[in-house]
C-alpha cells in the first residue's frame, strides 16, 4: 500500500507521509484515523456501488489540506499528514475553554476526539464528495489531473467551475456530517447551549463550531472574488454555504424546521469565533463571517447555483452511481 502512495502521490507532487518516522502512538493514531476513512468511504460505496473501491492515504505537509484525484481508473483521496494533529492542538485547547467546564473529567477525551472527528470527517468527506460525485473524472475529462484544496491547479476549467464543484463537496460533507452527528452524539449534553438554543442542540451546535473552527484556522476575508480568480471559494463563504447545507439536510430529514436550524448553526458560528479567540488569547472577529452573511454573499450564492444548473448535468453522468445527496435546497430569486 505505501508503494501505492509513493508513486501515486508523486504523480501529483506530493509526497506520501513516511509512517516509520512517526512515534509509535502516534503511528497508531494515523492508522486507526486511516482505517475509519477506509470504512466510511466503502460504507458509502457500499449502499449504491459496493464494487467501488477508493484508495485513501496520506501525504506529508504542514497545512491542514485534502487532495482527490482519478489516477489510471483508480480513485484515490489524499489527507495531509497535518489534519490528525488538529484534535491535539486546536480541539484540545477548545475543550480547555471555561465554557466547557461542566464536561466531567471522565467525558473531556471523548470530546476532543468527538470535536476532532467532526472536522476532520468534513474534510474527508469533502474530498469523498470530489470523487463519488464525478469531479475528478470531470477534471481529468479536462486533462487535469487532481484537485488540491490549497492551490489553484490549472486553468483548463474556470474558476467559476471549480468554485462551483467545491459548494457541491461542502454541501455534500455537511450534509453527511448532519446524518453522522445525529447518530453519534456530543458525549455531554451541555446546559451551557441547550439552556439558550433548546434541548437536544448540542451536537448541531458543535458540529457547526467543528467545521466553523477548520477553516477559521485560515484566517481569511470574506474576498467575493467577483473577478474568479480562485479555485476555491473564500473560507467565510464556505462557512456560510456549510451553514445553509447543515440547516437544508435538517429539514431534509425531517429532524427540524430549516429556519429553526439555521439558527442554531449561526450561533453556532459565533460561538466557535469565541472560543477561537478566547483559546489564541487574540480579539474576537467575526467580520469576515458576518460579511459572508451579508448581501454580497447571497449574490455570490445564486452565481453559483446559477452555474450549478450548468454543471450538474455533465457531472451526473460521471458519478460513480447511487443516489447522491443533493447540493442545498435554496431558492433563487433571479
Ligand atoms: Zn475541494
Not at 489534519?83 to 471555561?98: D, M, S, W, Y
Not at 457547526?208 to 467565510?236: G, N, Q
Amino acid at each position: 500500500m505505501e508503494l501505492f502512495f509513493d508513486t501515486a502521490f508523486g504523480r501529483l507532487g506530493k509526497k506520501a507521509l513516511d509512517f516509520q518516522k512517526l512515534r509509535a502512538e502516534v503511528q497508531a493514531q494515523y492508522i486507526a484515523h486511516l482505517a475509519s476513512y477506509t470504512e466510511y468511504a466503502s460504507l458509502y460505496g457500499g449502499s449504491t456501488n459496493p464494487a467501488h473501491q477508493i484508495k485513501v492515504g496520506y501525504f506529508d505537509s504542514s497545512k491542514p489540506n485534502g487532495c482527490a484525484a482519478i489516477l489510471d481508473g483508480q480513485d484515490i483521496i489524499g489527507i495531509s499528514s497535518e489534519v490528525p494533529k488538529l484534535k491535539e492542538g486546536l480541539f484540545r485547547e477548545i475543550i480547555e475553554q471555561p465554557f466547557f467546564a461542566e464536561i466531567p473529567d471522565h467525558e473531556q477525551e471523548g470530546a476532543v476526539s468527538w470535536l476532532g472527528d467532526c472536522a476532520q470527517h468534513f474534510l474527508f468527506w469533502h474530498e469523498l464528495a470530489h470523487v463519488w460525485n464525478g469531479h475528478t473524472s470531470f477534471q481529468a475529462k479536462a486533462g487535469v489531473l487532481f484537485i488540491d484544496e490549497l492551490s489553484a491547479v490549472s486553468d483548463k476549467l474556470g474558476n467559476l467551475d471549480y468554485q462551483t464543484m467545491e459548494m457541491d463537496a461542502d454541501g455534500f460533507a455537511a450534509a453527511t456530517s448532519f446524518n453522522h452527528l445525529s447518530r453519534f452524539a456530543f458525549p455531554h449534553r451541555l446546559t451551557a447551549i441547550e439552556g439558550k438554543l433548546g434541548p437536544g442542540t448540542t451536537s448541531l451546535t458543535l458540529g457547526m463550531v467543528a467545521i466553523y473552527l477548520l477553516f477559521r484556522l485560515f484566517d481569511a476575508a470574506a474576498d467575493f472574488d467577483d473577478e474568479e480568480r480562485k479555485s476555491h471559494p473564500s473560507p467565510p463563504l464556505r462557512q456560510r454555504l456549510i451553514a445553509g447545507s447543515l440547516a437544508a439536510q435538517a429539514k431534509r430529514s425531517g429532524a427540524m424546521e430549516e429556519r429553526a436550524a439555521l439558527s442554531i448553526v449561526l450561533a453556532a458560528a459565533h460561538l466557535g469565533e469565541n472560543l477561537y479567540a478566547d483559546s489564541r488569547r487574540i480579539p474576537r472577529d467575526s467580520n469576515a463571517f458576518d460579511e459572508a452573511l451579508g448581501e454580497r454573499g447571497d449574490l455570490y450564492q445564486r452565481k453559483l447555483l446559477r452555474h450549478w444548473r450548468v454543471l450538474r448535468p455533465q457531472l451526473d453522468v460521471l458519478k460513480r452511481r447511487g443516489t447522491l445527496v443533493p447540493v442545498q435546497d435554496i431558492p433563487d430569486e433571479t
